[in-house]
């Protein structure tokens, strides 16, 4: 089974670009979570989707951070407009939340660096 | 709310030794508890898992960890390590119904001396 697929793996914006993060969750798991971490804050939840339906929206991050699921196999996370603060690792993962298994299976990472 | 503390935030060993990363976690209803290792410049992969049952739970490479209900925790314990074994781990949990959203602890650097 392929795992989880992000792309691009690297990204460097200037501050006030939009970025697009794309991720491929693993084929049938029906939640996608995307994460942000840094050193400093660790891993902060940024979006969840049960079922292609957006059950989180990131709280202090919705006003420049955007999550969509176009189907059940492709996400994206747009950040508009980039800030130099924005500079981490982005995190996909998937779970397939079925009779107790929740693990979340994580993709590679995109890491973001905003000038 | 659930919270989740890694009290150390670095730990150093030598290959062959025992090692036990401590997770405390706070949350009132019935949950989900897990492990995570990341190595260097890769994503988390799972370790093993805890909601019902036996306390102590078998996960992959050699790893256990114990639930205690009556302290909190949640250890993860390897009885030798390997150089292999240096990464970032990070203990979660999540409610076990409802919106099974995870937090993470702040991560434990294992460092492995060969």
């Known amino acids: 089974d392929a795992g989880v697929t992000q792309t691009p793996r690297h990204e460097v914006a200037e501050k006030g670009q939009t970025i697009i993060l794309k991720c491929e969750p693993v084929s049938g798991h029906n939640d996608l979570f995307w994460y942000r971490q840094t050193k400093i804050q660790g891993l902060e939840l940024l979006s969840y989707f049960r079922s292609k339906s957006l059950m989180e929206d990131g709280g202090a991050f919705k006003d420049r951070f955007k999550a969509e699921m176009l189907n059940s196999s492709f996400s994206t996370l747009k950040i508009q407009p980039t800030e130099p603060k924005d500079s981490a690792v982005y995190l996909c993962?998937?779970?397939?939340?079925?009779?107790?298994?929740?693990?979340?299976?994580f993709g590679p990472g995109t890491r973001l660096t905003v000038l | 709310t659930q919270t989740v503390s890694q009290s150390d935030a670095h730990v150093t060993v030598f290959e062959g030794d025992s090692v036990e990363l401590r997770c405390n976690y706070s949350y009132g209803g019935s949950i989900y508890l897990s492990w995570y290792i990341q190595h260097h410049g890769r994503g988390l992969q799972f370790l093993l898992k805890y909601y019902s049952g036996n306390p102590v739970v078998q996960g992959v490479n050699g790893f256990e960890a114990e639930f205690s209900k009556s302290d909190s925790s949640f250890h993860l314990r390897k009885a030798s390590v390997h150089w292999s074994d240096s990464a970032v781990y990070f203990c979660a949990v999540s409610p076990y119904t409802g919106n099974y959203k995870y937090v993470f602890g702040a991560g434990t650097r294992l460092k492995v001396i060969a």
């Open positions: 993962a998937s779970s397939l939340r079925l009779g107790g298994r929740l693990e979340q299976y």
